[in-house]
């Protein structure tokens, strides 16, 4: 069983900075990706960023060069930290573990 939980988000205004983590627990390895995904509202759940088994990255064009996701293979753990925040970057954003485990969700609002 996988659990994931997130944690970081909040409001900030635009060209401010927040940093998501997100802890896991259970059968978690270090060979598949995690990442994060976002969805803001009336719109479709979209890849923001994720990082292989082996370190790779991958990044959304939106948020490249402003986001940057670690991982901490040895806690289960994956972290996004997010500068120049900018209004189109409120959501709902999710953490997940080989694109098929999803944590409950941390909201991030970004106003002007």
């Known amino acids: 069983q996988v659990q994931l939980v997130e944690s970081g988000g909040g409001s900030v205004q635009a060209g401010g900075s927040l940093r998501l983590s997100c802890a896991g627990s259970?059968?978690?390895?270090?060979?598949?990706?995690m990442g994060w995904y976002r969805q803001a509202p009336g719109k479709q759940r979209e890849l923001v960023a994720t990082?292989?088994?082996?370190?790779?990255?991958n990044y959304a064009d939106s948020v490249k060069g402003r986001f940057t996701i670690s991982r901490d293979y040895a806690k289960k753990a994956v972290y996004l930290q997010m500068n120049s925040l900018m209004p189109e970057d409120t959501a709902v954003y999710y953490c997940?573990?080989?694109?098929?485990?999803w944590g409950q969700g941390t909201q991030v609002t970004v106003s002007t």
């Open positions: 259970g059968n978690i390895g270090s060979i598949l990706a």
């Open positions: 990082i292989s088994g082996g370190g790779i990255t």
């Open positions: 997940h573990y080989a694109h098929r485990y």
